[in-house]
């Protein structure tokens, strides 16, 4: 659905692949993420850029299966709202190294900012952040090459997850729209085949059947915003050094 440049669509699944719409010319992409084709249609191509990120539904399903503290990964929204902050706690999930914008296949996964009263709790919310911040590295640096996303469509496993949507929705400082069903990278192909055989003239009329189930608007501080987000960095970087 996202057929104007400043969209952008997010699928969270065990990874994450971000794409920025930026029209019909095809982008230089910034080193850590690429060029890729968005949609072809009577001649005409699309472009988008594009991060994958390796580890963002895998880092809970590590806490559940590997850390064992949490039952349920649908229950982690919940656990994580039910805190006021993070307590300090940063997870940086690179289980194989970190994909966009990275791009270091050697980079170790951590913990950081643990103390005697960190809680389980406040892991699994890390861990969730984790996905929001990842997603984020992806859209600075897309920012500052000039495609800015004024609008984040999140779509895949957890975007059921009301927590992890407004945190990145804050995160981004962006509104986030969720897809009204989980798996949309299949609603866009059957788009492009019904304009293939005429179920629908052109992409304006493409374009008029995308609604999202629901609407999250940032509501975080802009100090609070970079606060978190430097701390995320710094995680980052200590990740880096082997």
Not at 95 to 105: D, K, R
Not at 175 to 181: E, G, I, Q, S, Y
Request: one cysteine or more; glycine letters at 12%; charged letters at 20%.
């Amino acid at each position: 659905g996202c057929l104007e440049p400043g969209l952008a669509k997010a699928t969270f699944g065990t990874g994450t692949s971000v794409m920025i719409y930026v029209g019909e010319e095809a982008p230089s992409p910034p080193e850590g993420l690429a060029a890729t084709l968005a949609w072809g249609v009577d001649g005409r191509v699309g472009y988008a850029l594009e991060g994958i990120i390796n580890a963002t539904g895998t880092t809970m399903q590590w806490l559940r299966d590997g850390l064992r503290i949490l039952d349920n990964v649908k229950d982690s929204g919940a656990i994580a709202a039910a805190l006021p902050d993070n307590g300090g706690v940063y997870i940086v999930p690179a289980f194989a190294g970190l994909g966009a914008p990275y791009w270091t296949m050697d980079a170790a996964g951590l913990i950081c900012g643990l103390t005697r009263g960190t809680s389980r709790e406040q892991l699994i919310r890390a861990g969730l952040e984790s996905m929001a911040y990842q997603v984020k590295d992806v859209i600075e640096l897309a920012a500052a090459t000039g495609c800015a996303p004024r609008e984040l469509r999140i779509d895949g496993g957890a975007s059921d997850n009301e927590f992890l949507l407004q945190f990145q929705a804050d995160m981004l400082d962006v509104d986030l729209t969720r897809a009204p069903f989980g798996e949309v990278s299949a609603l866009g192909a059957a788009h492009l085949a019904g304009l293939q055989v005429g179920l629908w003239e052109d992409l304006d009329a493409v374009k008029r059947q995308w609604h999202s189930q629901h609407v999250y608007r940032p509501k975080m501080k802009f100090d609070e915003r970079n606060r978190l987000y430097e701390d995320w960095q710094l995680a980052v970087r200590r990740a880096l050094v082997r």
